[in-house]
């Protein structure tokens, strides 16, 4: 073969060869490996990937200011608005766990995934942390911006794309990334790479599938990596939660006997972090009248001669299905056929949905049909419960001003007392049995030591019994224990003592 022929075959050889390089080199990235380049960049902005996984705990300090949803005075109002308070948090991603100190340095707040948790509601009174609440602790940390993106990027995680968008008049790339069941939009701004929000859609045990958005800002370096020192929350595009850090740091030798139960709950808390049910105990008042006391929410059930009627459907399903085992152990398998709530608040109204499932017919105050309506028709997909799964039509009964529901010698009567803690409030009052039931007027929580505190809605409770002639032994609660009349009005009148 001459020299010539074996230059020519070189150099077609050669050609080949760049053109398959310059072909490989060429081929354009999978939307997966786009988002995953993106989160990668994200991470390196941060102070890298390796500096963010050696984050061990993170303690923030500065102010929160929330706006509670469906807390509003006004059923128009979505949102009860609080100032921003002081706040000291620590997240330990190693256990994980969580702690919240008080302005003193008290402990206020301590979630541990693996032992359980509380809340010091102070003066003594201590509530613990059902597992379910817990749950919803370890999906808050896995959200956290000093780990997020560590979860991202690992194996379980799958991209499913890159979009871009303008936020805040800033070019951004919106990567789409799931992570277990929950599927993030993360964006990510173009020009310094750091994650500027999270878009994503998860399950609310109240209100179904629950549209939520963190908001990062303010991104400061703190031992080698950024962080924000600015994070907005929100809800149904509504803002719920504002946290402004003056202080962060990471990787601090942690105070382990701030993360101890106190000895006289933790008994309570270990039964309730492996029970997958809510305890209500029932106490019976009067023959046929029961107290559900549950974990800082209850409720109260009267049996008629044909049907039953429930006062109060709160928190969530899982309590609403444990107080109607324990209607049945106490009165028999006879139908409910009345769901009362005292008002609005998602809190009380959290398990009414259970009961509407089983063609229960949902009695509240006018003003607050849009509202219950809502919380009746919340998409539930992600987690379908009862009412979703039921396909029942649920039924709601309005009251104006009052209303009697009397069954042979029973009687129950419903009277709206607008108060400053909600404008479309029922009392309900038993006359026979001398009981009135009503939800944040007056409360005394389990433990609390020390004097009550007495709001104006107090006086407002005290001024209807006595206008309407009501004869009043006993006050059934919402929240906390059960309170004797003259307890309550001893409270009363010692709190006026104390403002003259």
């Not at 919340?378 to 039921?390: C, G, H, I, N, V």
């Not at 309900?428 to 005394?444: A, C, G, H, K, N």
């Amino acid at each position: 073969m001459k020299s010539s022929e074996l230059k020519s075959r070189y150099w077609l050889f050669l050609l080949i060869l760049l053109t398959v390089i310059t072909q490989f080199n060429c081929t354009p990235q999978t939307p997966a490996e786009k988002g995953r380049q993106v989160l990668q960049q994200a991470a390196l902005a941060m102070g890298g990937l390796e500096a963010l996984g050696a984050i061990d705990n993170i303690t923030r300090i500065g102010t929160r200011q929330i706006s509670s949803f469906g807390h509003g005075r006004r059923t128009s109002e979505a949102l009860y608005v609080q100032p921003a308070r002081p706040y000291n948090h620590t997240v330990d991603f190693t256990v994980p766990r969580e702690l919240v100190l008080s302005d003193t340095g008290a402990v206020a707040q301590m979630v541990d995934s693996v032992k359980g948790g509380y809340r010091n509601a102070g003066r003594g009174a201590f509530s613990p942390m059902e597992a379910a609440r817990l749950v919803r602790y370890r999906t808050e940390w896995e959200k956290d911006m000093a780990k997020f993106l560590v979860t991202a990027l690992g194996e379980e995680s799958s991209f499913d794309g890159v979009s871009d968008s303008v936020l805040e008049g800033r070019p951004h790339q919106v990567v789409s990334v799931g992570i277990g069941n929950v599927l993030y939009k993360v964006y990510v701004e173009d020009s310094r790479h750091l994650v500027s929000k999270l878009e994503f859609t998860e399950h609310h045990f109240r209100f179904g599938d629950l549209a939520k958005e963190l908001i990062f800002s303010d991104y400061r370096e703190v031992d080698g990596v950024k962080l924000p020192f600015s994070e907005e929350r929100r809800q149904m595009g509504l803002t719920t939660q504002v946290l402004e850090w003056s202080e962060v740091t990471i990787n601090n030798e942690l105070q382990e006997d701030l993360f101890q139960i106190p000895e006289e709950i933790q008994e309570r808390v270990s039964f309730l972090t492996q029970s997958d049910t809510m305890p209500v105990e029932p106490t019976e008042l009067a023959e046929g009248v029961y107290f559900g006391e549950g974990k800082g929410m209850n409720t109260m059930w009267v049996d008629f001669e044909e049907f039953i009627l429930v006062v109060e459907g709160p928190n969530d399903e899982v309590q609403s299905l444990e107080t109607m085992r324990q209607i049945r152990e106490t009165v028999g398998e006879k139908p409910i056929r009345y769901l009362v709530t005292t008002h609005h608040h998602e809190d009380h109204n959290g398990g009414i949905r259970t009961y509407a499932a089983n063609g229960v017919t949902i009695v509240t105050q006018a003003m607050n049909e849009t509202w219950i309506w809502e919380m009746l028709n919340y998409p539930f997909t992600l987690k379908p419960d009862r009412l979703a799964e039921s396909g029942v039509e649920p039924k709601v009964e309005l009251v104006e001003d009052r209303r009697t529901i009397k069954d042979g010698s029973r009687t129950v009567e419903l009277l709206h007392v607008p108060s400053t803690h909600a404008e479309s409030f029922l009392v309900v009052y038993l006359p026979r049995e001398r009981l009135i039931f009503e939800s944040d007027l007056f409360s005394i929580l389990q433990g609390q030591t020390g004097p009550p505190r007495v709001g104006p809605d107090a006086k407002i409770l005290y001024d209807v019994v006595t206008q309407e002639g009501w004869r009043v032994n006993q006050i059934v609660p919402g929240h906390g224990r059960l309170v004797g009349w003259d307890e309550f009005v001893t409270a009363l009148n010692a709190s006026k003592t104390q403002t003259e």
